[in-house]
């Protein structure tokens, strides 16, 4: 099967510490994951910046971009591609100015397009949005309808699902415009990540997508 388009496919979300984080982490890159979020909320920075600077090497390898989860610092520290932000987060302005204009910076949008409008007006470099089916990680999320992808595409950025996503959900996000699908549980909660990770990278083959 062809492998995803340049520009879209898995994005593939860390769950927090593990023992084996960084074959975890390999196996779902060699499984198709074309960006990488290091997404842990721990306070302890020393093992938060070695497993960084770890998972940057091995996105490198891979050919996939390393994107940390609501850390400015910690991004520019490790040499990352990227930082994604939240509601309570820096604005994607200083996170711009601090890594630079060809970082990735990502605004979580959840079921507005309002804040959509104003993330693409700061710079961000992708919208996300979500959750769109019942999430195991954030089980308060709001619901997004899947309307909000078609509709953001007139903000001409990459348009980011998450919330639930499985192999078996996904398809329906990536026919309605998301160019990448979010995943943490249906990758990282699962014992093969590497299979996981292909099956949800296999929807964005172009001998499956419908015209869009």
Known sequence: MPAAQPGRGLYAITDGPRADLLDAVAQALSGGASWLQYRDKSTDAARRYTEATALRQLC??????LIINDDVALALAVGADGVHLGQHDDDPVAARAALGARAIIGVSCYDSLQRAQAAARAG??????????PSPTKPLAPHAPIELLRQSAAFGLPR?????????NGASLVDAGADYLA??????????????AQRITDLFSSDRNPAR
């Open 183 to 196: 995943v943490i549980s249906a990758v990282f909660g699962v014992s093969d990540v590497r299979a996981a």
């Open 124 to 133: 961000a470099s992708y919208l996300a949005f979500g959750a769109f089916f």
């Open 160 to 168: 980011v699902a998450i919330g639930g996503i499985t192999p078996d």
């Open 60 to 65: 490198r390898d891979h050919g996939a971009s």
